[in-house]
């Protein structure tokens, strides 16, 4: 075998860091009227950066005529392709997603795990509950969406989703109060000032919801959602390709079996 000739830029790319996807997250809380508008937009923000991006909803079980997340994580869901989606992909990931929690509270791969499911993309956007979400980003430096508009339930689910995000993943959301969705009940101020008011009051912790209004007409995203586009960039976390290491460790194991006493 011929060695490779030595060039110029043989000692740089021994420094090169190889290209991962990265993941961040979108809480929902039941507020679809903040989240899903929001969620669209900052999709497309990110794919006008330059990014491909796929979304693992987990509002969504996967089913064998719907297949996602879970069928990836078992190697039996054929190579994807984005067709003529507008730059990014959603899948249905809610069993998938409870995998992963279930899986490294055992000791095995974590989500962090999985970037070798994503080859194409640059994000991974992880759209699901606060107790979903918990496992899967305890400590890191992710800083999920909470989006937030003036109905009159969100003020409840995004405290509690706030709480949760707070005291058991260790993770501080940024808060987004959606100007333009459907309010049919409260106007969106006196929302996300409650939320502040509770946050300061039972959780001793200071919210400054960011305000970023919907684009209207024919427009997809603008300054607002782009600046929140590039904070999430800044926090989410790489996904490393351990996860078929983990499988082949975990299949080896189960056939490893010990050998009975007196047999030869």
């Excluded at 055992?106 to 956007?125: K, L, W």
């Excluded at 919801?209 to 976390?237: C, D, F, K, V």
Aim: charged share 15%; net charge negative.
């Amino acid at each position: 075998m011929l060695d490779a000739p030595p060039n110029q830029a043989a000692g740089l790319l021994d420094f090169a860091v190889p290209q991962t996807p990265r993941l961040t997250a979108m809480v929902s809380h039941g507020d679809e009227n903040a989240e899903l508008p929001l969620l669209l937009r900052v999709c497309a923000a990110l794919v006008g950066f330059g990014y491909m991006v796929t979304v693992l909803d987990g509002s969504v079980l996967e089913t064998s005529e719907n297949p996602g997340l879970e069928q990836l994580l078992n190697f039996a869901l054929p190579s994807r392709d984005h067709g003529d989606a507008p730059g990014w992909n959603i899948m249905p990931a809610g069993l998938g997603l409870q995998s992963l929690s279930a899986a490294h509270e055992h000791g095995g791969p974590s989500i962090a795990d999985c970037g070798s499911f994503f080859p194409n993309e640059g994000i991974v956007i992880a759209y699901a509950s606060a107790q979903c979400l918990t496992p899967l980003l305890q400590g890191s430096r992710v800083r999920p969406l909470l989006p937030i508009s003036g109905a009159k339930t969100s003020l409840l689910t995004s405290y509690l989703a706030l709480k949760r995000l707070l005291l058991k993943a260790k993770v501080e959301p940024t808060v987004v109060n959606v100007v333009g969705a459907e309010q049919p009940e409260l106007p969106g101020p006196a929302s996300w000032t409650s939320l502040s008011d509770c946050a300061k009051f039972f959780l001793n912790y200071e919210v400054t919801p960011l305000q970023i209004p919907l684009p209207s007409g024919n427009e997809r995203y603008n300054a607002g959602i782009s600046r929140l586009s590039l904070g999430l960039l800044e926090t989410a976390m790489p996904l490393e390709s351990g996860w078929a290491h983990h499988a082949s460790q975990r299949n080896r194991q189960s056939f490893s079996m010990p050998m009975a006493a007196g047999s030869h």
